[in-house]
Nanobody, 122 residues
Framework: QVQLVESGGGLVQTGGSLRLSCAASGGTFSSYSMGWFRQAPGKEREFVATISRTTSSTYYIGSVKGRFTISRDNAKNTVYLQMNSLKPEDTAIYYC???????????????WGQGTQVTVSS
């Protein structure tokens, strides 16, 4: 079983950047595809980005494509989400998650972190 801990959230102005990190422990990190999700107040948790086990494949929700980049370092058991050109609508709690398959479906992710708050001011 893998444990996930996110970090790097905070308050940033519109147009700014943040880099989220998610450190994994207790499992074989390279066995999992990793994803980032987010949940804004009063909304459902939504998929943001995913990366395959070997980093050969990535996929993004349309609203972040070209602005966000997901990456991973299997030697450091860490997945990242670089967020550029941030907008107020990106404000949410961001969660990383681990899945045995390469997927955008929330229910396919078996393990979740506790989340990190990202707030973008206008």
């Amino acid at each position: 079983q893998v444990q996930l801990v996110e970090s790097g959230g905070g308050l940033v102005q519109t147009g700014g950047s943040l880099r989220l990190s998610c450190a994994a422990s207790g499992g074989t990190f390279s066995s999992y595809s990793m994803g980032w999700f987010r949940q804004a107040p009063g909304k459902e948790r939504e998929f943001v980005a995913t990366i395959s086990r070997t980093t050969s494949s990535t996929y993004y929700i349309g609203s972040v494509k070209g602005r966000f980049t997901i990456s991973r370092d299997n030697a450091k058991n860490t997945v990242y989400l670089q967020m550029n050109s941030l907008k107020p609508e990106d404000t949410a709690i961001y969660y990383c998650a681990a899945s045995y398959t390469y997927t955008t479906t929330r229910s396919d992710y078996a393990y979740w972190g506790q989340g990190t708050q990202v707030t973008v001011s206008s």
